[in-house]
């Protein structure tokens, strides 16, 4: 069977909702029904709206530590508050952009988006994206017996190259990577440190159908992926490479 990928259409929200009765009256509405071993790739946006994640730039207190990135990397202090608060850790950054860290995801702003907003609000990346996605994948099991993979996806800057491209934030129910180190290349050599990233590669596809601009494809079924399902719970350490083990980070902060 050849990997499809079945982009499916909803609705612009504005508030918080209920994402699992939303996900029913999507599939409804696009006459559509999940199959096991289907994944759910799911824009980190759509989820963001349903927790309420959208805040307003002018309600920002700004703290010191808030003012000096903002001074240091020429941009609003209102915004660099809340990307000083969504970070955990912060690498550096040029005019209007930090480079930081959140839940161990690497992004421009904390990942904090603009677009698919009105006036002054932003966008924020879901709360707690691995149980969201966890608990997801328990709710279709329970109340529609079925075993799926759940993606949450987001738009990211590739180092080096033109355009976006999808990562994945977090996952459930599928192993979100392969492990090839030992097996051999086409020549017979042994590889000696080579991954592949399952989850990344499954959002990026996905997030080639679902879209970057008012296609309002919030979630996209990736089905007859082959990814290895797991009914264990993913942790984020399990996508993150630390940073001393990073080429890209080593090389710059060298």
Known sequence: MNLTVIPLTGEKKDGKFCFFEELKKILQCNKFTIKNGDVLVIS??????SQGRILEINNSKVCNKAKEIAKKFNSNEKFMEIVFRESDNILGGVAGFVMSTTNGILAPNAGIDKSNSKGTKIILY??????????????????????VGIIIVDSRLMPARIGTTGVAIACAGIEPTKDLRGEKDLDGNPLKVTFQATADNLASIANHEMGEGNDLHPIAIVRDSACNL?????????????YEQCVYIRSFSD
Not at 230 to 240: F, L, Q
């Open 44 to 49: 980190s946006k759509f989820i963001s709206n």
């Open 230 to 242: 797991t009914n264990r719970k993913i942790v984020p350490k399990e996508m993150i490479i630390p």
């Open 126 to 147: 879901p709360n707690e994206p691995y149980n969201f996605a966890e608990e997801l994948k328990r709710k279709i099991f329970l109340e529609l017996n079925l075993h």
